[in-house]
């Protein structure tokens, strides 16, 4: 009979119980969680803080008893592990509720800690009104905050999944926001093109967006409301309450009444680290693809783990949901004797914002730089579904890949529909080592309501092959926005588009109906820059300059993605 | 220079055409179509009927003079080609307007004919209001006689794609259905417990669904209303038409207003025979891989081709936009001198019913079993995104496997959300020649409003591997449906469950969480099928009492599948 002990309940931890109970209805499983609740939906947290999720029961996946009666699992909650003595297999164990502390011995002991809200030792931060989310308690903490206090505006500080899902979740209960993100965009995942939708979204939305700013100190303030007698006011109490003044990296100061802090994760390692377990080189718990420590008796798995990058197999920290389930259920068979493979780490991931989706897969362009390795890059905006059928909104793709071989390095995807479908798609072909040509093939469910003939991803699929296979060469942004003197940028699209949407600045304009009547306006000796709207009349073009002998690029991606790129926020 | 004639200006016709004006500024292209338009959106002739697609010009994507302009191409409506001299490399053209014929050559001929839809030579068939749903002609011959008539009844023949697009339609206009189909089910694609869902939601939208029954008669019939003497109602004329008399292959006979036949489509291959083409078993034109027919210089696209089917190979008619328009890319290159090759076909196919889709890829178990291959099938029920988050809809999906090595054979998916996600998901994986084993591994994107952290295709995966690896052994519906003397169903549902979404006949309930507690009430001589309500529930009971000794197999996809697969209509 092996006695298994996992050190935390959420994710990680209840997959890998339910998983070794399947497996082995012998084995003595022990859970122990230092919070009050195991296999909740942390995922879910904001949502019914923004009041998507109505009932907090719906959180709570799994009681103790449940776990009990299913998977006879014994589960402690409020019982937080303080030391291990890997030598003698035992562990240390406090009862948060007692205070009494105690020894638990284990055969196979499994880590599932999770990662921590990252705390800056900055003044003021342990304020009150200063809050992190990662669990119940928080969620709690803050509901009742914004119940006790009806905060007018709140800061959200950090850009991340958790920051834009909390301006989301905010901005649905009324309350004004100021979000500060330290790095030049939010949504550290895509590049920063991708990243200005996001932007722009934000601003739509009134919600006040400071890039490029951190938070240095925080200052209770107490903000002195007109006394009745200077209002002529009297039956309704002036809104006493103490307010905070951010000081920011900028040296600005910001008047707030809350602040939530959701600037990242650190794993939880200490407990690890302490046991004399190895510690990887982005300071998570070091593990085997079978996720076993450096003590073979001592497994890990979640967001306290690294795990190899899909593309590079560097050692990744990728605090997700997906990949956690996963290593319980690995971790769990390999406890038991199995020997299961965890494999490379893509952080496939997905975000709502209001009405927008934004998800990504693999390496992204700012990672590919460096590391230095080489890639192209298309774009494509193509409807989520045929055109004519109404609903359809377009798919901004962004697509990146070895231009030696065509691999699939990393895809990055934002709009209103059909968002996590091509990510998803993309996904599964990055991890069948899939290259750009056979994208152009995939044959993926169409009828009107929900794809096109030739979906995105197709599409993406054929400009990207005829790069590689140099049917065109493209060009970016950056060339058509300050061009050579050696070169000309060449809008083909309609007149009345540039008035409308936008123009590119010192550009010719033919549109492409006309092109093959007007080649004699062109320059022979320079390189003609051609652009559209989103490519594809660009390809037109492009082909058709090509053949009549002219040295020729195309923009890929058109001047939506110029547009995306050029914004300032 | 080379000349290119294409015969037909839809899907694969004018894909091809714009193709090979990009790759050659140099070619003569000609494109001949006997109708008055080209590529226009013929998937989306039933959504303007229904009215859906408000603008019929929204269904018409191209020009002539589009065409013309954008890409150098010759367009001839109303041309239709009478015969081929493959010899000579001359066509004979009839413009169908004037009447007059003339010869044309070509260096390189296209044949992008299409399919037509199936008229069996039954009494009646082709009385003024049977009407048959291909272009823009058909389509607006429907919705005049709608006008005209306005049919209180309308009778769709045939339960495919179009039949029950057609069906939809006709009931957002508010007219009763009658749908008749020949076979024991609709959708044709996809198994008949899948299509027992669809059977279900026509029902429910009160369409008389008829299966198992065909048309064999139509005759007309005059309703003979009654006249203003006999109603004393004067001032609103009262309704006299014409009505229909169907004579059914079950020998009732129905009365209706109006007939939409949709039992099929066969290629159009009369051209391509009288040109002495060959054509392959299934009655289509026969092509290589580089869709070039047996005569070198003609190519053919589309539906009126048979492609390999992507799992055995064989010859199969697959009338499907996607495929047509990668073929006419394909053709163009190919006869502009390249050398690209189409590849199998999977034959990934959605479509809308009311509020569900149903979407299918790769083989079905009808076709398995009928070729006698070797398979497996596992089914999941699961929520198309993070349970607790608002919009969960179960996701009902069937996954067929090789039992040997895990390889994906097909796949079906039916239900309110999610469902064109996850067969694309499945498609990719299948022509990536993934197995089910990494289908557990597919890192998907996850958010509460999109996913979760374990998806649908996962848990199939999940489901599958443990088949595979003999961690399960399940067993199926006519097994439980009807038990051997060796046999016990257990159903481990909790009671109300039995009582208010139905029990199995015969079964004994132990509620899973009581199971350990009440072994002794098993036979340990008898071989146990145990079920639950989706499968979840019946794993964790199979892994417990596999355990404790007892011969037992789990019923995937537990009662939902059963329900599904003993419906009768």
Not at 97 to 102: E, K, N, P, R, W
Not at 190 to 213: C, F, I, Q, S, Y
Not at 275 to 280: F, I, K, R, T
Not at 341 to 354: D, P
């Amino acid at each position: 009979m092996t006695k298994i002990v996992i050190v935390g309940g959420v994710a990680g931890g209840a997959s890998a119980a339910a998983r070794a109970r399947r497996m082995s209805e012998s084995a003595q499983i022990i859970m122990l969680e230092r919070g009050e609740f195991i296999s909740f939906a942390n995922c879910g947290l904001p949502y019914h803080i923004g009041g998507d999720i109505a009932a907090r029961e719906a959180l709570l996946l799994q009681t103790p008893e449940s776990f009990k009666k299913r998977f006879d699992v014994e589960v402690r909650v409020f019982n937080e592990v303080m030391s291990i003595d890997a030598i003698h297999k035992t562990l240390r164990v406090k009862n948060l509720l007692t205070g009494d502390s105690y020894e638990e011995t284990y055969d196979k002991l499994l880590l599932s800690p999770g990662a921590a809200p990252v705390k800056p030792p900055i003044p003021g931060i342990n304020s009150p009104h200063v809050f992190t989310l990662r669990n119940i308690a928080d969620m709690d903490a803050i509901i009742a905050a914004l119940a006790a206090h009806k905060p007018q505006h709140v800061t959200v500080v950090g850009g991340g999944f958790i920051g834009l899902e909390m301006v989301e979740a905010l901005h649905q209960r009324g309350i004004r926001i100021s979000l500060l993100e330290l790095a030049p965009q939010v949504m550290a995942p895509v590049d920063p093109e991708m990243a200005n939708v996001l932007h722009r979204e934000l601003v739509n939305k009134g919600v006040e967006l400071r890039l490029n700013t951190g938070l240095t100190e925080v200052n209770s303030r107490d903000n002195m409301p007109s006394e009745p007698e200077a209002t002529d006011v009297y039956d309704k109490p002036s809104h006493h309450h103490t307010a905070l003044a951010l000081t920011l990296s900028t040296g600005q100061t910001l008047i707030t009444d809350m602040v939530i802090l959701a600037i990242g994760v650190k794993p939880e390692v200490s407990l690890a680290n302490s046991a004399g377990l190895v510690l990887g080189e982005r300071g998570g718990i070091k593990v085997d693809a079978g996720m076993r420590t450096s003590d073979p008796d001592i497994y890990a798995v979640g967001d306290a783990v690294e795990t190899p990058d899909f593309v590079t197999g560097n050692a990744a920290l990728v605090p997700l949901a997906g990949p956690a389930n996963r290593q319980g259920r690995i971790a769990a068979d390999n406890m038991l004797g199995l020997d299961k493979q965890y494999r490379r780490t893509q952080a496939t991931a997905i975000c709502k914002l209001f009405d927008l989706a934004i998800a990504s897969t693999g390496l992204n362009e700012k990672s590919l730089q460096r590391l230095q390795l080489p890639y192209e890059k298309v774009y494509v905006h193509t409807a989520s579904h045929a055109g004519y059928y109404p609903g359809a909104h377009p798919v901004t793709l962004k697509l990146l890949f070895d231009p030696n071989n065509g691999k699939i390095l990393g895809a990055q995807a934002v709009g209103m529909d059909g968002i996590d479908k091509r990510i998803d798609v993309l996904a599964v072909a990055q991890r069948a080592g899939m290259t750009v040509r056979d994208l152009q093939d995939l044959e993926l469910s169409y009828a009107p309501p929900f794809g096109s003939a030739r979906d995105v991803v197709n599409q993406a699929g054929m400009v990207a092959t005829n790069v590689l296979d140099g049917d065109e060469q493209i060009c970016h942004v950056d060339e058509v926005a300050s061009p050579s003197a050696e070169q000309v940028v060449l809008d083909v699209r309609n007149p009345p588009e540039l008035t409308n949407v936008g123009a590119f600045p010192q550009a010719l304009n033919i549109p492409v109906d006309q092109l093959r009547q007007r080649l004699g306006e062109l320059p022979k000796d320079k390189e003609i820059l051609v652009a559209c709207q989103v490519g594809l009349r660009g390809h037109v073009a492009y082909r058709l300059l090509r053949q009549h002998g002219f040295k020729v690029r195309n923009l890929t991606g058109g001047f939506k993605t110029f547009q995306m790129t050029m914004a300032k926020f």
